[in-house]
């Protein structure tokens, strides 16, 4: 069992059914020798008990912004200078929204704005809750911010429906925390910045319609978590998905395949490693129509263009970069990937089976990592794993190239 004494915790709960779950938490904290101080809203009195919470951190609960005692004592700045994270579980929409917009009307929440440590939330609401539009901004707002959320889960909620929003089980959370409390390793990419292509682009056919493709910036976006990970800065020149961006990752958003050129060309300045993992439309439209276009006749004849290749310009334009392409191919995957290899003049070429429900838009890849001299196989696993995989391979072979 890893043990963090000497670490102070504030555990921060709103109101919320989810907070009985995090009696759990306090208890797998305490077991791990973390001082641990609980602070309760008032909407969450209505749920749990301050004395559960006092009991198992063995110190009174803080509820009351102003307690003539708590301030003669710990008081609500003093709680925020002691913490080394404050971790707030369950995180109910009003919480967030009340973070969001800096507000000071609570004990809790005060103490998040005069705090200088970490802040992260799990958040617990009805999945319409979690979904609505105000919700989601101001947790964008929170993240942009540097707030680190910890995702809530898909299942059956107390209310009975079924949907995104039930928190996250206290052990998860756990080791999240125990994670954020270890002193941070140099990692192997620090000081590297790592560009990345990810998502489709959209070609305008004419004011609402456009060619595009299926690919949904998952592999994209899973690989830059990796690299960020590994401690490089990391920007994603962005096709147009549904993802949210990653923590402490750039994006940049480009709709077509002349901006992602632009903007990739733009930041490859100053990269040190470009991966294109983006699904860039091979052509335009010679001519985007001013005007919606009306049915007319049976037939329709577009005239496509060839787009610029933005990995053959950047690798070509910035040969100092190390360049890592993919090959989304439904036949012949290593001949025509090896030839994207070379014709490309890339450091390694990442080949993937699509078709038939493969690649594009899946939680899943298999991939082919293939250089000039070998070649490696990675079984079908989820991308996010994949991501950490594939990025460990680039930066042992970025290291044997620079070293
Ligand atoms: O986004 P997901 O849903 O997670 O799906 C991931 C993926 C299947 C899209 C991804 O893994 C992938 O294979 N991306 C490359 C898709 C592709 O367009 O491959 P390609 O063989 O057509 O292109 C070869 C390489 O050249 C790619 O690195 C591509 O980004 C790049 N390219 C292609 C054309 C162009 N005009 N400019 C480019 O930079």
Redesign the pocket.
């Known amino acids: 069992m890893t043990t963090q004494s000497n670490k102070n915790i504030v555990i921060g709960i709103s109101g919320g059914i989810a907070a009985y779950k995090s009696a759990q938490l306090v208890r797998g904290l305490i077991k791990r020798g973390i001082t641990v101080r609980v602070c309760m809203t008032p909407a969450a009195l209505q749920f749990m008990t301050p004395l559960t919470f006092q009991a198992l951190s063995g110190h009174p609960v803080h509820t009351d912004l102003l307690n003539p005692d708590a301030e003669a004592g710990m008081g609500h700045i003093a709680l925020a200078r002691w913490a080394d994270l404050v971790v707030i579980a369950p995180a109910s929409a009003d919480l967030m929204a009340r973070l969001s917009m800096g507000l000071a009307n609570d004990l809790l929440s005060t103490l998040c704005l005069a705090t200088t440590a970490p802040v992260h939330l799990a958040p617990a609401m009805n999945h319409r809750m979690w979904s609505h539009l105000a919700t989601q901004a101001n947790l964008n707002t929170l993240i942009q911010r540097g707030v680190i959320i910890h995702e809530p889960e898909i299942g059956q909620q107390a209310c009975g429906e079924v949907g995104m929003g039930r928190m996250l089980a206290p052990d998860d959370i756990l080791k999240q925390c125990l994670k954020a409390l270890q002193p941070r390793k140099q990692g192997v990419l620090q000081g590297k910045q790592v560009l990345l292509?990810?998502?489709p682009t959209r070609e305008a056919i004419d004011p609402v319609r456009y060619i595009s493709n299926?690919?949904?910036?998952?592999?994209?976006y899973s690989i830059a978590r990796a690299a960020r990970d590994l401690g490089a800065k990391v920007t994603i020149v962005s096709g147009p998905v549904a993802l949210r961006a990653p923590q402490k990752v750039t994006v940049v958003s480009v709709e077509s395949?002349a901006e992602m050129h632009q903007a990739t060309l733009d930041y490859a300045a100053s990269a040190d490693i470009f991966i294109?993992?983006?699904?860039?439309s091979?052509f335009s439209t010679e001519d985007v129509f001013s005007k919606k276009i009306k049915k007319s006749g049976d037939c329709l004849t577009l005239e496509l263009k060839q787009?610029?290749?933005?990995?053959y310009d950047t690798s070509h334009q910035y040969p100092q970069l190390f360049s890592v392409?993919?090959?989304?191919?439904t036949d012949n995957l290593m001949v025509y990937a090896r030839d994207?290899l070379q014709r490309?003049k890339l450091d390694m070429i990442v080949a993937?089976p699509?078709g038939e429900g493969k690649?594009?838009?899946?939680a899943t890849?298999q991939l082919e990592i293939i250089w000039k001299e070998g070649h490696l196989s990675l079984p079908e696993k989820d991308?996010q794993t994949l991501a950490h995989e594939l990025m460990a391979i680039i930066v042992e072979h970025y290291n044997r190239l620079n070293s």
């Open positions: 292509t990810a998502g299926r690919s949904s910036g998952k592999m994209g395949a294109a993992t983006a699904a860039v091979d787009n610029a290749d933005i990995l392409g993919f090959a989304a191919e994207k490309k993937n699509v690649g594009f838009d899946q890849n991308k």
